[in-house]
């Protein structure tokens, strides 16, 4: 009798873990977008859910005490039930998301006939940007774009994001410091290594009431892969493979401002106590110690959305 109702608590408890606890995503690339999991969120369309996807779902399961009386085999079973149930779901979840996915951006295209934005607001073709703004430069934009890529990559793997937070929302940069804490936490660190950027396209913009929104399209070569800091094991990733991310950048700044010189950028005034001071050297005034972004001035950052990940033979 004892045994049957310890089973059926264990039973309980798998399917309560199954319904309500959501799985816990891995250290991976700047933000997790990349993981242990290939994936396609509807790469070949000009919409993208909204979503933000993590990744590296990392199952586990349960760790059963030996004292309760039941069998090793009883415990397998229960373990093996558990796994083979939770690839089930997990399977059934992805191909029915996906397929969501798909049918909802097929509809979106043909409604809108143009590129879509995640939030499902149609955005306008970039060359009717500059109609509002002539000094606006597409390449040196994509450009500017993929080298801070690179810095995000390397400021992960360094616990130090601190050199982006002039690049990024207020919200985004918090987000992404909250995401790196707790990797430190759990002591581990996320490498990312051999990054290169081989496209970056603005896909299109709108206007609302407060901010202009530019989207971009960044498709990337990384090795990405995660050790512990006390042992120096692997915990995810490889250190060989490389993985192909394709990720969906929003970028924001007050509605109707115009693009200003490269140099006037470098040098601003503080907003909070006027000195002048370099935004590219450092994001706090050293006169007032506010932080200070370049949202006034150019475009920051405000969500990245993982797309697709594709990864290579290694």
């Not at 500059?130 to 450009?143: C, I």
């Not at 616990?159 to 430190?184: H, I, V, W």
């Not at 503080?270 to 001035?297: K, M």
């Amino acid at each position: 009798m004892k045994h049957r109702r310890l089973f059926a608590v264990i039973i309980t408890l798998m399917l309560v873990w199954w319904t309500f606890i959501p799985a816990r995503y891995g250290w991976a690339d700047f933000g997790g977008y990349s993981g242990d999991s290939d994936y396609d969120y509807g790469s070949d369309y000009d919409y993208d859910s909204g979503y933000d996807y993590g990744s590296g779902y990392d199952y586990g399961s349960a760790d059963h005490s030996s004292g309760s009386g039941l069998s090793i085999g009883v415990y397998i079973l229960i373990a093996a039930l558990n796994l083979i149930w939770l690839l089930i779901r997990s399977a059934y979840n992805r191909i029915m998301d996906i397929k969501a996915r798909r049918a909802n951006a097929k509809v979106m295209k043909k409604k809108t006939g143009g590129a879509v934005a995640a939030s499902g607001q149609r955005l306008r073709d970039m060359k009717k940007y500059t109609e509002f703004d002539p000094g606006f430069d597409t390449a040196a934009m994509t450009e500017k774009l993929s080298r801070l890529y690179v810095q995000m990559q390397q400021c992960w793997t360094a616990k130090d994001l601190e050199p982006l937070r002039p690049y990024m929302t207020d919200a985004f940069f918090n987000q992404s410091a909250g995401q790196l804490r707790q990797m430190a936490k759990a002591g581990q660190t996320n490498y990312v290594e051999r990054i290169a950027v081989l496209s970056c396209t603005l896909t299109g913009w709108y206007r609302d009431k407060v901010n202009d929104h530019v989207f971009a399209r960044l498709n990337t070569r990384i090795v990405d892969y995660t050790l512990d800091d006390a042992s120096g094991k692997l915990v995810s990733g490889s250190k060989r493979k490389e993985k192909f991310m394709t990720y969906e950048w929003e970028l924001v700044r007050p509605a109707g401002s115009t693009t200003q010189p490269e140099d006037s950028l470098r040098s601003v005034s503080c907003p909070h106590c006027g000195a002048p001071l370099s935004i590219n050297e450092s994001a706090r005034c050293q006169y007032c110690d506010s932080v200070v972004t370049l949202h006034e001035h150019d475009f920051v950052i405000s969500g990245i959305r993982g797309i697709s990940q594709k990864t290579g033979r290694g």
